[in-house]
């Protein structure tokens, strides 16, 4: 095993839609060790595929407490194919280190995907964060970005901007909007 460079927003990799599996041979099995291995050496509840700059569709979760024995599951070519109702609750990610906003998901989903086996799983997830920590990683193999579903674009605006992290995809005055005539606004 061994630990991979995370990308890190912001980075055209994190952008890019990714491929289908179809091997499951040894190289997609060391994939999934390196990528597990890099998820908890940096205390992540999940990883994606292009976040260790490999644009497949595999992603990575293991959502037990710090006390538990760890419990991974290796998503091959994921796809929510039922999801419904709505729920709110901070997420942050390893490609944007010390960023941390609400973020609106579904709040009941079920996912199909295939294994190390190529064998096809199902899996029910609502109200917790395995259902949240699916739909941010299944995210990522379309090339999308929590940043895109933050509850408030101004406090995701903030927090990257905190870090140093703003990018250039953002225009931060599209998002606030100076009614005319209070051009002088105070900001505390
Ligand atoms: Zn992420």
Redesign the pocket.
């Known amino acids: 095993m061994a630990k991979l460079q995370l990308v890190l927003y912001p980075s055209d990799t994190l952008n890019q839609k990714t491929k289908k599996i179809t091997r499951f041979d040894s190289a997609t099995r060391r994939l999934a060790q390196d990528m597990l291995e890099t998820m908890y050496a940096n205390n992540g509840v999940g990883l994606?595929a292009p976040?260790v700059g490999v644009l497949k569709r595999m992603m990575v979760i293991d959502v037990s407490g710090e006390d538990e024995p760890r419990k991974p599951t290796v998503f091959i070519n994921p796809e929510i194919i039922e999801s419904s109702g709505e729920m709110t609750g901070n997420e942050g990610?390893?490609?944007f280190p010390g960023v941390f906003f609400e973020v609106r998901r579904r709040s009941r989903i079920v996912v199909k995907f295939q294994n190390l086996a190529g064998k096809e799983q199902k899996l029910a997830a609502a109200d917790n964060l395995l259902c949240r920590a699916i739909q941010?990683e299944l995210d990522?193999l379309e090339g999308q970005l929590?940043v895109d579903k933050a509850v408030s674009k101004l406090a995701a605006e903030l927090e990257l901007s905190k870090n140093g992290l703003l990018g250039e995809t953002i225009d931060i005055a599209q998002t606030v909007k100076i009614p005319a005539g209070e051009t002088e606004l105070m900001f505390g």
Do not use: V
Request: with cysteine; glycine share 0%; charged share 0%.
């Open positions: 994606a976040q990610c390893l490609s941010h990522h929590f």
